[in-house]
């Protein structure tokens, strides 16, 4: 059973920067891409990044590019997100995913449980 759990949200002041974590469990975490996706209020869940199996090669939605980096340590069964300057309109649930093979765009076939990120103005 795959088990994905986020960490590291909370409130950052606009300008700020912070770390997200996701833990996986449940299968082979280095055989299968990674994505991360945001869901704020009354608006639809939006992608955010995505990351192959070796973690040389990363996708941006074009509102995060530039500030946000996503990486992976296989070893750890982790895959990371770095938020620099942050904006009011980041604010949302955060969600990492699982690809259902190997490719980075997926279809994500597995879910965390999201974790909130709150930028203050």
């Known amino acids: 059973q795959v088990q994905l759990v986020e960490s590291g949200g909370g409130v950052v002041p606009a300008g700020g920067s912070a770390s997200l974590s996701c833990a996986a469990s449940?299968?082979?975490?280095?055989?299968?891409?990674m994505g991360w996706f945001r869901q704020a209020p009354g608006k639809e869940r939006d992608f955010v990044a995505t990351?192959?199996?070796?973690?040389?090669?990363?996708g941006y939605a074009d509102s995060v590019k530039g500030r946000f980096t996503i990486s992976r340590d296989n070893a750890k069964n982790t895959v990371y997100l770095r938020m620099n300057n942050l904006k009011p309109e980041d604010t949302a649930v955060y969600y990492c995913a699982q690809s259902r093979d190997s490719s980075k765009y997926g279809p994500f076939d597995y879910w965390g449980q999201g974790t909130q990120v709150t930028v203050s103005s």
């Open positions: 449940g299968r082979t975490f280095s055989y299968y891409g």
């Open positions: 990351i192959d199996t070796s973690g040389r090669s990363t």
